[in-house]
DNA sequence: TGACCTTGCAGAAACGTACCTGTCAACGGG
DNA sequence: CCCGTTGACAGGTACGTTTCTGCAAGGTCA
């Protein structure tokens, strides 16, 4: 009987809600909505009226209902590759910290926040929470992730070049082939003759596409292979795949390393066999990390420019997520930068006896 | 007219609801609802056939839907401080990456996600997403951020000791003091007369409380401070801090740096001006980056357990959500490890004569 | 003076779920 | 035979928005 006469229970239990604001501003509940959101067609002081009686309850919109009623939650998820329990690895530390940082930023530039998620096939996990799209990085053949999300009609945008027919909407990617192939050229100028890999047992499109590249190379230069495979999300194993490597009878002159913390590791094996760097050994490693500028001797390293490719994986996904047509294609090679330091510098000549150590020569 | 003769427009546009699995199943959305949420009062049998039915139509229920009439959205914000448009910096990258990591890990274990989110007011990003509480590392004093969150009734458990009277819900903290107090008790048994520091400009809890306790224990012991500062969010002031502090009259004899990089930069700048370490320069460093266990020499780091702090802030949050009394504490320290390597071991006799090394003496 | 458009706003229908409140049958006890 | 109880479900409302549709009031033009 009395129905329409309801209170609203007096602005119920703390949060204000848009028809508070209505009430208070002596308007209606539509009136609210597009002056706060800039749309139907309101004389200014109207808007102005709502704004500031908005302001001062303190309203604030609720996402849940926006996202229920609109379908846009406003975000994206960030899935990472799980070893066990532990989302993403040490040998990643240093190009996924940065790759999120500029994915967060331009993220956040365009209005949307990211979530980080596993991507384990968690169900619970994943249909919790509303997802617009979702960046993913480095996702194995026929990931069962990608697959359901791309079944949800939800777009997914890939880092690092989908293995197998994975249906993702975009993908950023370096051309890792050209980069180790690019590598071995520059060890071979520097003076190498035997040029050795540290590689990963897993996987994943990274480890395979410069493993293959490497082998290749070897076959055209006629070099017989010399490479350890490690388990790269150990973060022990890598010392002792290094140590391995320098202590073969086919002892390479020249180490690649896959991986970030390959650096110091091939660093700390080749003085426990007294080889000097870059004298009797030339090192190349692929990483993030600002230590390898300020080593003993500074290493020079591969970057695979996470910050861009974050950036651009974002930039996709959101075209996607919001129809634009974007000029942009949808497959984008990003090109690696080669940072060149002294330990690959071209090696003063083989016959020459150089003294151990002299801080002067610098 | 033929209102009520609606067929739900035929399960509508690609997903299906709770609503068509209702239909499909010949009960009703109650029926469909108790069954495969776990609740009510039904017969195993209908529940098998819901839950079959559901997956037959890969019925995923709405997360909007469901956080807006439970009012839990399950996502949690990791609210990290930005400088400038960045999240989070160089200086704390390893840190950054392991605490995030473990936070993830932990609220993953118990059915929660992670949003990342910058600390500034920016607030259609914040009001955009449904949180049931927060993370926030190393809030500042009066962060307007926090107050926000608090005034929406939501939990917030801080890493790090919340600055002034900020009301968070909990808080994880190292005791830095002692950490620092320790650290430098350590070097001056390892015979340093003059130990300096490497500290930052910026006013965060971490910086303030560990110079702070540098220059309580100058006092004490009756020394003169020696320190620089710079500002930690640029990747290169460090070097340029490092080299100014070694390059001071009064130049140091031992070394603690406050972040992460300092390591490095302190062992080039010490080459540069012909210093062993430990011989001429005692060093240690505040980081959670593996590298420092195999630079030439090993370089003796104090952790902070980023681990630990991730997971201990995210089960308190978690706790405080879900309502759940906790016999933790609301204040959690959490004790640092020092990882005493050769940079900071007791250098060649310089007074008294006692062997390098004895384990035994433990 | 209508016919017609524009302006300024209100009503009400979704969005998809969870849960409170029945309803109806079967059943057992007095 | 009646009444209370319990099991197994259905109806309907509310969560807080956005937005489509509608409707007066006022102005313009033929």
């Known amino acids: 009987m009395s129905r329409a006469e309801t209170p609203r229970r007096g602005s119920r239990s703390g949060r204000a809600g848009i028809r508070d604001v209505a009430a208070a501003a002596g308007v209606s509940i539509t009136t609210v909505s597009d002056a706060l959101n800039g749309k139907g067609r309101l004389p200014d002081a109207t808007r102005r009226h709502v704004r500031e009686v908005a302001d001062r309850l303190g309203y604030r919109p609720s996402a849940a209902a926006r996202t229920l009623r609109t379908g846009k939650s406003g975000l994206i998820g960030l899935t990472v590759t799980t070893y066990g329990d532990e989302p993403f690895t040490f040998t990643e530390f240093a190009y996924f910290a940065?790759?999120?940082?500029?994915?967060?930023?331009?993220?956040?530039?365009?209005?949307?926040?990211?979530?980080?998620?596993?991507?384990?096939?968690?169900?619970?996990?994943?249909?919790?929470?509303?997802?617009?799209?979702?960046?993913?990085?480095?996702?194995?053949?026929?990931?069962?992730?990608?697959?359901?999300?791309?079944?949800?009609?939800?777009?997914?945008?890939?880092?690092?070049?989908?293995?197998?027919?994975l249906p993702v909407t975009a993908w950023v990617d370096n051309d890792h082939e050209a980069a180790v192939l690019g590598i071995l050229d520059h060890l071979a100028d520097a003076g190498a003759?035997?040029?050795g890999l540290l590689t990963g047992t897993s996987t994943d499109t990274y480890t395979h596409l410069s493993t293959t590249a490497y082998?290749?190379?070897?076959?055209?230069?006629?070099?017989?292979?010399?490479?350890?495979?490690?388990?790269?999300?150990?973060?022990?194993?890598?010392?002792?795949?290094?140590?391995?490597?320098?202590?073969?009878?086919?002892?390479?002159?020249?180490?690649?390393?896959?991986?970030?913390?390959?650096?110091?590791?091939?660093?700390?094996?080749?003085?426990?066999?007294g080889l000097r760097v870059p004298d009797d050994l030339l090192l190349v490693c692929c990483s993030e990390s600002a230590v390898y500028a300020t080593t003993e001797p500074p290493i020079t390293t591969l970057s695979l420019k996470p910050r861009r490719i974050g950036t651009a994986v974002v930039q996709l996904l959101i075209d996607a997520i919001e129809g634009v047509e974007s000029d942009q294609p949808v497959e984008q090679v990003i090109p690696t930068e080669l940072i060149v330091r002294t330990s690959s510098e071209r090696r003063s000549p083989r016959t020459t006896v150089s003294p151990p150590r002299s801080p002067e020569e610098g």
């Open 98 to 165: 940065e790759m999120a940082r500029a994915a967060t930023s331009a993220a956040l530039a365009r209005g949307y926040a990211l979530v980080i998620l596993p991507a384990t096939s968690r169900h619970d996990v994943w249909s919790n929470v509303a997802l617009d799209g979702t960046v993913v990085i480095d996702p194995s053949d026929q990931d069962p992730v990608v697959s359901e999300l791309v079944r949800q009609g939800l777009p997914v945008v890939s880092d690092g070049r989908p293995a197998g027919a």
């Open 193 to 195: 003759r035997r040029i």
């Open 215 to 273: 082998l290749r190379w070897c076959e055209r230069v006629g070099q017989d292979p010399v490479y350890e495979a490690y388990p790269a999300h150990d973060p022990c194993a890598g010392a002792v795949a290094a140590d391995r490597l320098l202590a073969r009878p086919d002892r390479p002159d020249a180490v690649y390393g896959l991986f970030d913390p390959n650096g110091t590791d091939l660093l700390a094996a080749a003085r426990r066999y």
